[in-house]
């Protein structure tokens, strides 16, 4: 049975801590998502990223369409599900790294990055841009996690 390896919540109470956040702050996500703080192409390449580290297969369908629709290259597209940032838009280029380190600290970047992100960005897109790796996290998670109990239930033959 091949190892399951992509993140997933380990207990309930990581779940509800990322469920009580997205609560307390809805407001504020559903600002980012309306205003054009953050364009949705731009939005997208950041999920792609966050997803691609997570690998989330569900999120990675979604936001590849989404990232489509909203304008982004299919060759774009490919290359940051691959991991790979070299055809995006040169001004969104810190915030992509930037996503990518985020998640793969777990959503515990180094200060010295997330100060960079503030010094490029300025504090109120830096926010916002947070508020969206948080969003695709869970989501990630949520899909990451889904299929770990799949994985489980059916001795390895379902879920990867």
């Known amino acids: 049975m091949d190892k399951f390896s992509r993140r997933i919540y380990h207990n309930p109470g990581q779940f509800w801590e990322d469920f009580r956040f997205l609560m307390k702050n809805r407001s504020r996500i559903r600002a980012v998502m309306k205003q054009n703080l953050i364009p949705p192409a731009f939005r997208e390449r950041l999920m792609m990223a966050v997803t691609t580290v997570n690998g989330c297969r569900y999120c990675s369908y979604l936001h590849a369409r989404e990232a489509l629709l909203a304008g982004v290259p ?77 994985y489980r239930i059916s001795f390895g033959r379902w879920g990867l």
């Open 74 to 150: 299919e060759t774009e597209v490919e290359a940051l599900l691959s991991g790979v940032v070299d055809h995006c838009p040169k001004e969104e280029a810190a915030a992509i790294f930037y996503a990518q380190h985020w998640a793969e600290s777990d959503a515990n970047p180094d200060p010295d990055a997330r100060q960079k992100l503030v010094e490029v960005y300025g504090s109120d897109i830096a926010t916002a841009i947070e508020l969206v790796l948080r969003m695709i996290r869970v989501g990630n998670l949520m899909g990451n996690t889904w299929d770990y109990f799949l």
